[in-house]
């Protein structure tokens, strides 16, 4: 079965409603992203976005979004309460949005979002210090509505080496054991900020496929924050998808004019790892950024230590602002990709990985 009547097939399965895609592609003379499924897998969606703005990311074609529930940057009983924070302060903000929002838990969700003219939005950590050394603590969060979490941020936990940390070491002993619990409960395990020593040893552990949901080429452009070939290679082979990020300095150092630079990354990733294996994760706020004062004051409060001022802008100019998803669209297009590669590319992918693995 090919992956339209697949999907064609799940949306009937899981919702009782006929959702696909590539049924609304050959129903239309124009394939566009509002007709296409589009899945960030992690983005922004701040809980003090406007409904205004939400419907301008609606607009663009966005479904579904992967959101970073709380600050990566803390340990114990800090990092427990910022998730538990976090966690509270989504569902306040969706169940505040119902028109606009649906917390999702499975794909039967996005679809369920497609059809409505909602946004899905699956909840993320972006560290596993919220975990500390008890696995018990993988079930509270899946009972929660969490379905993704990193190993690692960018420097060592329990669980293995983030990519800043000096020593470059792999997964450590509990870091297995770790892998083996969100196998076992039904999350998807993110590798992003991860080690390249880490990201290789939790997808040869892993039983299922993984994401790397934000990150660009190394071989492209060297950042520490960057994949090697050899693990997109490896994550490919064993059915993950990695997902290219639209911050500026991991793409460029190029201050203006980055986007191309950001669609050869794309490109590089689907040679490297195929056409079903690479997807879209913009790590980027949907509000259209000026630099002034109040926003780097902001930025510094956020990153802390991470905050580098010679690195602003983050964004590209040609993707700042909730309408990008049009701009990638396009740009993909004349770089001769057909249709159905820059959906598989701007949200097949993900969908297929979330759909295999959380169900």
């Known amino acids: 079965m090919n992956r339209r009547n697949h999907l064609r097939l799940l949306g009937t399965a899981a919702t009782g409603v ?9 129903s239309n003379s124009k394939f566009s992203p509002q007709n296409a499924l589009i899945f960030d897998a992690m983005g922004e969606v701040r809980v003090t976005y406007t409904p205004e703005l939400v419907k301008q990311m609606l607009a663009s074609g966005l479904n579904a979004i992967t959101v970073t529930l709380c600050d990566p940057k803390t340990y114990e009983k800090g990092a427990i309460e910022a998730a538990r924070m976090g966690i509270r302060s989504y569902d306040m903000y969706i169940d505040k949005n119902p028109e606009l929002l649906i917390k999702a838990t499975s794909v039967s969700d996005v679809n369920r979002a497609k059809k409505e ?3 899905a939005v699956f909840y ?19 009972n929660l509505g969490v379905r993704s979490s990193q190993i690692t941020y960018n420097y060592q936990n329990w669980a293995g080496a983030g990519c800043k940390e000096r020593t470059g070491a792999g997964l450590t002993t509990f870091g297995l054991e770790l892998i ?8 998807l ?5 991860a080690s390249m020593a880490t990201m290789a040893d939790a997808i040869k552990a892993s039983k299922v496929p993984v994401i790397v ?4 080429c190394k071989t492209v452009y060297e950042n520490i924050r960057n994949t090697s070939d050899e693990n997109m290679k490896l994550l490919a082979d064993r059915g993950g998808v990695v997902c290219i990020c639209q911050i500026r300095p991991f793409i460029s150092n190029l201050k203006k004019g980055s986007f191309e630079h950001y669609l050869t990354h794309i490109q590089h990733a689907i040679n490297v790892a195929g056409i079903e294996h690479v997807g879209i994760g913009s790590d980027r706020d949907h509000r259209v950024i000026v630099l002034s004062e109040a926003y780097l004051a902001e930025l510094k409060a956020e990153e802390g230590a991470n905050f580098h001022e010679e690195d602003w802008p983050l964004y ?3 993707l700042n602002g909730p309408r990008r998803n049009e701009v990638i669209w396009e740009g ?3 770089r001769n990709l057909s249709d159905d590669a820059v959906e598989k590319v701007m949200g097949i992918n993900v969908f297929r990985l979330y759909e295999e693995v959380v169900g």
């Open 18 to 26: 006929i959702f696909t895609p590539y049924l609304l592609n050959a």
């Open 117 to 119: 003219g909602k946004l």
């Open 124 to 142: 993320l950590f972006q560290n596993s210090t919220q975990f500390g050394r008890n696995l018990d603590m993988v079930d509270l969060y899946y």
């Open 180 to 187: 083996k619990k969100i196998n076992d409960t039904g999350m």
């Open 189 to 193: 395990i993110d590798l992003s900020h």
């Open 213 to 216: 949901s934000h990150t660009a």
């Open 316 to 318: 590209m100019d040609e």
């Open 332 to 334: 993909l297009k004349k």
